[in-house]
């Protein structure tokens, strides 16, 4: 896909969430939509997958959600990349939905592989996955996303130390660095410090990119799947905006895990382009 | 059948069965795949190591890291057994196994050795006595606790067999070899009967089943008639062994090296209380930490001898 038709599904995509986390009063808006320029390039464009949904994922390209909170931007982005119906979307953190308040592979929804929400534990499980590749002979690229404020975790370190270690070199990890976490600024909270210094160290071949600047996200993605089977894990630095696209979301940490109401609804969806028909 | 004809032909560490169990597995299935947090040795993931170099992954301390790649190779095909000792292959990751492992509902066997007190001079903080009831408490998980090297070789193998997050006990000392190599009568989820019996039903797990041989021959001796049950599967738990024996004995006691909170008599118990009371006693340990000692010093110390077994089965049998 070109960036134009890429930035209309962006667009799509942004809507769905603020219209689902609306509807159920509930979520996270703030993250899902700093990343949704990232799963759209990675769904649309970058990622060899099968949209029949197989668990074991011989073959294609796999991503693994870590911070599973932002789980409305997955889900729309597998509604819209087809792996369901989009009518599902508005079953978001409902009653006997499968759209879980966070990802799971209990209800068995298509294009979820790992329950995650618990943070911390998404970068170990992708190893897990690229270590099968391996053994298997498959040559295809594990992605994992994960929070900055999540790598305040302690088996985030444990979890790089050991894919630097064993040259799990068939793996992405990106970091949604949008300096932001529940209770403030990542700063506040507990500062991450130097992040390329700290996966340079610990043994990761580094990227940094504007993660919604598409034309970016897209030629930094194609040089990070360059990197890999190279001898080292590679990181991408993503820096994003939480709340990107509705701008009384942005540069705030206020809409972390907060539902916009029927009147800040319809300010957003104001600012989000109709591309693809709301669900 | 009676408990006399029970005796051992040797001794050996439940692990050293694991460490040939999963080199046989490993043989017969090329997806097996071994984990260890730097415990090779204490695993005895040797022989696996040496023939299977490639399907062997190494995480040096970082037991929680462990369990999510373990998780991962699933979604490759792979069936991964992670390995470690009880305490850091349970509590210390219980949260990654709990949602990576068992709500994720994959195919990882957790298997881990030095379980309980009788690790021995390491003392309390290597000792874990809650494990049995933490892994049973997870919607997904099956729990399985062998008794002796033969069935932890086996146990190991059928574990491997069958889909499913996997919790397998054992532990570190020389203990009896009192069931056959090879044994037909064994099943994840069947519980076994080493005698049939009429005045009380013991119900033990892991090392604690030779420990109810000995209370049982002893007891058999002033002429009281003893039904053992191997209940190596703690979940899902035999509940039609239980009600088909207490039935005919009117009482139970069971007898684990673990808690009695959230340990197999707890279990048992609820079984009982749900469809067919009947008095139980417990041999358990009492909410307590363990401490540093030989196996035999300890299991006598926190009441799990097989006097300990006697005296409960006197007391349950007066409560009929």
């Known amino acids: 896909m070109q960036v134009a038709e890429l930035n209309q599904v962006a667009s799509q995509i942004r809507r769905d969430i603020v219209r689902m986390v609306h509807q159920c009063k ?63 979307l508005g079953t978001f953190r409902h009653l006997n939905s499968r759209l879980q308040g966070h990802p799971t592979t209990h209800e068995n929804l298509p294009g979820v592989r790992i329950a995650s929400g618990s943070l911390g ?26 929070g900055d404020g999540e790598l305040q975790e302690g088996q985030i ?100 895990g907060s539902a916009p109401n029927d009147e800040q609804l319809a300010k957003a969806l104001a600012q989000l382009k109709e591309t693809l028909g709301d669900y | ?30 997806n097996v795949v071994a984990l260890c947090a730097d415990l090779i040795g204490s695993l005895k993931l040797e022989k696996f190591i040496e023939d299977f170099p490639e399907r062997f992954v190494q995480t040096g301390i970082a037991e ?21 000792f009880a305490n850091f292959g349970t509590g210390r990751v219980y949260d990654q196994i709990r949602q990576s492992v068992a709500y994720s509902n994959k195919n990882v066997k957790i298997c881990c050795s030095h379980a309980g007190l009788t690790l021995g001079e390491d003392g309390a903080t290597h000792q874990i006595l809650e494990d049995i009831g933490l892994m049973k408490m997870l919607p997904h998980m099956t ?33 009896p070899i009192f069931t056959p190599a090879e044994d037909e009568t064994f099943q994840i989820g ?26 049982g021959k002893q007891l058999e001796a002033k002429g009281i008639s003893v039904e053992l049950i191997n209940m190596h599967t703690i979940k899902p738990l035999d509940e039609a062994a239980i009600l088909q024996s207490v039935k005919k004995t ?47 010093q300890l299991l006598e110390k926190y009441g799990l001898a097989p006097k300990d077994i006697i005296e409960k089965v006197e007391k349950v049998m007066q409560r009929k």
């Not at chain 1, 534990?121 to 994960?146: E, F, M, P, R």
């Not at chain 2, 009676?2 to 090329?30: C, M, W, Y």
Request: net charge negative; charged share 20%.
């Open chain 1, 26 to 88: 509930s979520g996270h808006p703030g993250g899902s939509l700093g990343c949704a320029d990232l799963f759209t390039a990675l769904y649309f464009e970058i990622m060899e997958i099968n949209t029949d949904f197989k668990m074991d994922g011989i073959g294609e390209d796999l991503f693994f959600l870590s911070n599973g909170h932002i789980s409305p931007v997955f889900y729309s982005t597998l509604a819209r990349r087809g792996f369901f119906d989009v009518k599902e």
């Open chain 1, 121 to 146: 534990q998404g970068i170990s499980v992708a190893i897990g996955a690229a270590l099968a590749k391996k053994l298997n002979g498959d040559d295809k690229t594990v992605y994992c996303l994960t």
């Open chain 2, 64 to 84: 929680a890291n462990m369990i999510g790649i373990a998780a991962g190779l699933t979604i490759g095909g792979k069936i991964p057994v992670a390995t470690t």
């Open chain 2, 250 to 296: 009117g009482c139970i006691v069971t007898a684990e090296e673990h808690q009695q909170a959230g340990g197999l008599g707890e279990s048992v118990a609820s079984v009982l209380a749900r469809h067919h009371l009947a008095p139980i006693e417990m041999v358990a340990v009492q909410d307590t930490f363990g401490e540093s000692g030989t196996p035999d």
């Open chain 2, 190 to 215: 069947k519980a076994q009967f080493l005698s049939q019996g009429t005045d009380v039903t013991i119900i033990a797990c892991g090392h604690m089943v030779w420990q109810a041989v000995e209370a």
């Open chain 2, 1 to 30: 059948m009676s408990l006399q004809n029970i005796t051992f032909t040797d001794k050996k560490d439940t692990r050293s069965g694991f460490g040939v169990g999963i080199h046989e597995a490993g043989k017969n299935n090329p």
């Open chain 1, 157 to 256: 370190w444990e979890a790089l130390l050991f894919a630097a270690a064993k040259k799990v070199d068939n793996l992405i990890v990106t970091v949604d660095w949008n300096d932001a976490q529940i209770d403030g600024s990542t700063q506040q909270v507990c500062d991450l410090g130097d992040l390329k210094a700290k996966f340079t160290a610990f043994g990761f071949d580094v990227l940094e990119m504007k993660g919604n600047v598409m034309e970016e996200v897209l030629f930094t993605l194609t040089e990070a799947k360059l990197r890999t089977k190279k001898g080292k894990p590679v990181a991408i630095l993503m820096r994003t905006q939480m709340g990107f696209g509705v701008d009384y979301m942005m540069g705030t940490h206020k809409w972390h």
């Open chain 2, 143 to 175: 729990v399985v606790v062998p008794c002796d090297y033969n069935q932890t070789r086996l146990a190991t193998k059928a574990i491997i067999e069958r889909n499913g997050p996997t919790y397998l006990r054992f532990g570190r000392p020389v203990w």
